[in-house]
């Protein structure tokens, strides 16, 4: 029997974006987190039983619970306003919006153009908060907010400008991952939902199928994306800041590139989890708000 949605209309698409986004951040962040905090640690240079192994898997959770919600609003509020004004822009007037080469590729191309708005604005509150939260993961703090303590405690050694910079540390890295991972993801994923409409005639896509098509999605990126994480990790868990190109020497040097796919199995079940349940919980908000299916 189908489950009714409940009657919340909402007539503009972008607020129904950033409600649906913060609704589904949450969820994915919440529900996952204990999958997140042991890749965390299998990835950290300290080792995986010394940084905390299997004990206090909700260590940091605070931070995500802050993070979650506006970082995914974010995303997804840049995410359907650029594809949107692309879609505008190709509808109205084709010949001027790509060489005719690429035209055959403009959906594609808009959902990557699309996704890679939506990252930078929501690193712009995921990295701040990766950093308190995986240094709480890794047991360098008792929780968030200690982690959060230590950072802004520096302020007298290294001035605000130094604190800004420590809460933002690997955000170069992280762009680095989450661009690619995004742009292999919302083109899978938006694809998917395009033949799946096609094949049954019709215009929506269930909260179901976008959990499916999601998923699958979600793990083709997380695989390719895995040394990019390692790499990010390491650099956030450092006790001083590290330049991407000699950690990875250092990293390749010490431990060879099997480590740069260390975390992989929970990585992919993470993500692959959390792209079902992030991408199908947004498809179910939007539509409950739009009433649509």
Same mark, same amino acid.
């Given at each position: 029997?189908?489950?009714?949605?409940?009657?919340?209309?909402?007539?503009?698409?972008?607020?129904?974006?950033?409600?649906?986004?913060?609704?589904?951040?949450?969820?994915?962040?919440?529900?996952?987190?204990?999958?997140?905090?042991?890749?965390?640690?299998?990835?950290?240079?300290?080792?995986?039983?010394?940084? /905390?192994?299997? #004990?206090?898997? +909700?260590? %940091?959770? $605070?931070?995500?619970?802050?993070?979650?919600? !506006?970082?995914?609003?974010?995303?997804?509020?840049?995410?359907?306003?650029?594809?949107?004004?692309?879609?505008?822009?190709?509808?109205?007037?084709?010949?001027?919006?790509?060489?005719?080469?690429?035209?055959?590729?403009?959906?594609?191309?808009?959902?990557?153009?699309?996704?890679?708005?939506?990252?930078?604005?929501?690193?712009?509150?995921?990295?701040?908060?990766?950093?308190?939260?995986?240094?709480?993961?890794?047991?360098?703090?008792?929780?968030?907010?200690?982690?959060?303590?230590?950072?802004?405690?520096?302020?007298?050694?290294?001035?605000?400008? /130094?604190?800004? #910079?420590?809460? +933002?540390? %690997?955000? $170069?890295?992280?762009?680095?991952?989450?661009? !690619?991972?995004?742009?292999?993801?919302?083109?899978?994923?938006?694809?998917?939902?395009?033949?799946?409409?096609?094949?049954?005639?019709?215009?929506?896509?269930?909260?179901?199928?976008?959990?499916?098509?999601?998923?699958?999605?979600?793990?083709?990126?997380?695989?390719?994306?895995?040394?990019?994480?390692?790499?990010?990790?390491?650099?956030?868990?450092?006790?001083?800041?590290?330049?991407?190109?000699?950690?990875?020497?250092?990293?390749?040097?010490?431990?060879?590139?099997?480590?740069?796919?260390?975390?992989?199995?929970?990585?992919?079940?993470?993500?692959?989890?959390?792209?079902?349940?992030?991408? %199908?919980?947004?498809?179910?908000?939007?539509?409950?708000?739009?009433?649509?299916?």
């Amino acid at each position: 029997m189908a489950v009714a949605l409940p009657s919340f209309r909402v007539e503009s698409p972008f607020v129904r974006a950033l409600i649906a986004g913060g609704i589904a951040g949450t969820a994915v962040d919440l529900s996952l987190y204990p999958i997140d905090t042991l890749k965390t640690r299998l990835q950290s240079a300290s080792g995986f039983y010394t940084s /905390g192994g299997f #004990r206090g898997i +909700y260590a %940091g959770v $605070g931070s995500a619970l802050v993070g979650a919600a !506006p970082g995914a609003a974010l995303f997804f509020v840049s995410y359907e306003f650029l594809k949107s004004y692309q879609k505008r822009a190709r509808d109205g007037d084709g010949s001027r919006y790509l060489p005719g080469y690429l035209r055959p590729w403009s959906e594609p191309i808009e959902h990557m153009t699309s996704a890679i708005a939506g990252e930078l604005a929501a690193c712009a509150v995921r990295v701040p908060t990766e950093i308190v939260k995986q240094r709480a993961q890794a047991l360098q703090a008792s929780s968030s907010m200690a982690a959060l303590r230590l950072i802004m405690g520096r302020r007298a050694e290294v001035g605000v400008k /130094g604190v800004w #910079r420590e809460m +933002y540390r %690997g955000w $170069g890295i992280t762009v680095m991952r989450e661009v !690619p991972f995004t742009v292999i993801q919302f083109p899978l994923w938006e694809g998917m939902k395009t033949w799946r409409r096609k094949a049954k005639g019709l215009e929506g896509t269930t909260a179901v199928e976008s959990a499916v098509f999601g998923s699958v999605a979600g793990a083709v990126a997380a695989w390719l994306t895995t040394p990019l994480d390692v790499l990010k990790t390491r650099m956030m868990l450092a006790q001083d800041r590290q330049a991407a190109i000699p950690l990875l020497l250092q990293i390749l040097r010490d431990s060879g590139p099997r480590l740069l796919f260390a975390g992989t199995g929970p990585r992919i079940v993470w993500i692959s989890a959390g792209g079902a349940i992030f991408l %199908g919980s947004y498809q179910w908000a939007y539509n409950a708000m739009a009433e649509t299916t």
